[in-house]
């Protein structure tokens, strides 16, 4: 009977060269699917990049030292129809003990990859394997036991599946390295196409009103705001006293943003495709409707420009930048920009972190610990209790003596 293997056929359900088309038309769907404003105001390279990074394709590695035997299971195999055992009668099954025996291979890369088949391949022998998301589990079973003969037939399966792998990448590469360019193409068309549309309707000589502009239209309060300061009493010193921000007036300047959390439950498809620009921008309409136009977007400030700046007779009052959710390596990259933003005078911040991710949860709980690792973190405001929102005081980036609150609010978009 022998040692056979059990499992999947591989590279052997489609064919490669029409996967990867499949793949790239899905990446063009996406580009197809961005509004025209977003299309009209990207950066090429960015959005290009973006796309790329989420369709280009990781050819599958096996990692082979860390290849590992499951325990193996002892089965029983009928072998009254094998030639070459005696059997007294034949006319009726025959048992004997026998091993099944498999042996796990992590891999890492596009699973899909396991079952396409490449130009070049083995038509005769393709290895077989079961294919999780994280391991190739190769199963062979055997009546007489002969671990010998199994680990030969591994060994040659698992280098077939490498030499299949190796047959594929030459097609993986070519699309990975075409695939930008493509992506790059296709906007551009798409931006001269809107250009070129936006001429021809100019030229009939009527105002435009679009639909979509009034659907993303939404009431701010009426009644307008001015920002209070409160300026320190005056001094024997002869320099002009700063403005300060009144705690007020920063709570309120903080729930004003939070009317834009409304406007996402009420509208979540008008947000699906927006970047951090667009979403910016709706923030900056509910400031300036409240605060009498004084809210400005991407305004130079100390050592960068800040996401939403209001000022006050000139003067810095609040700042606040605006981030998807990337991890802790963007929480604290932002966290040191908005510390090299503030000048000696700005001491009331704020981070408004955008979750496109499905665990709202899970990102709230990491934003404490994350900050708490950054070396100008003094304390948590623990009097300040919001289930989405967290305030911290931070020591000045260029003043050991004086510190900055910081309020990391989180918002869920939709996707």
Known sequence: ?????????????SELH??????????????????????????V?????????????????????KIHINNPEEVQFDVSKEPGRYISNRSRPFYVNGLRV?????????????????????QFTPPKADVSDNELRFIYEDPDSNLDEVKRRFESEKNNVNLHLGYASQEINEYNSRLKQNIVNYINQRVELLKKRKNKIAELGYPVKSQEEDSKTYSVPITKKEIKISIPTKTSSPSKPEPILRMEDYEAILETLDYMNTVFEQDPKA???????????????????????????????????????????????????????????????????????????????????????????????????????????????????HETKFRYLFRHKNDNDRSLILTICVYDVPK
């Open 18 to 43: 029409e996967y990867l088309p499949r793949l790239q038309s899905q990446a063009l769907q996406e580009v197809e699917a961005l509004s025209n404003d977003d299309i009209l105001n990207c950066n």
């Open 1 to 13: 009977m022998g040692v056979y293997s059990k499992g999947q056929l591989l590279f052997n359900k």
């Open 271 to 385: 947000f699906i495709s927006s970047n951090e620009e667009t979403i910016r921008s709706h923030f900056l309409v509910q400031l300036n409707g409240t605060y009498k136009g004084q809210a400005t977007a991407e305004t130079f400030n100390c050592e960068g420009k800040t996401d939403i700046l209001l000022k006050y007779q000139g003067k810095n009052v609040f700042i606040s930048e605006c981030k998807f959710w990337g991890g802790e390596k963007i929480l604290l990259e932002t966290i040191d920009q908005i510390l090299g933003y503030t000048s000696w005078r700005d001491t009331k911040t704020s981070i408004l972190i955008f979750n496109r991710n499905k665990n709202l949860s899970r990102v709230l709980a990491q934003i404490s610990e994350i900050v708490k690792s950054h070396p100008n973190f003094l304390k948590v405001v623990e009097e300040y209790q």
């Open 45 to 65: 390279d960015e959005l290009s990049e973006q796309i790329v990074t989420k369709h280009k394709i990781e050819l599958p590695v096996l990692h082979l030292d």
């Open 102 to 122: 498999s042996f796990s291979v992590p891999y890492t890369g596009n699973k899909d990859i396991f079952f396409c088949r490449p130009l070049t391949y083995d």
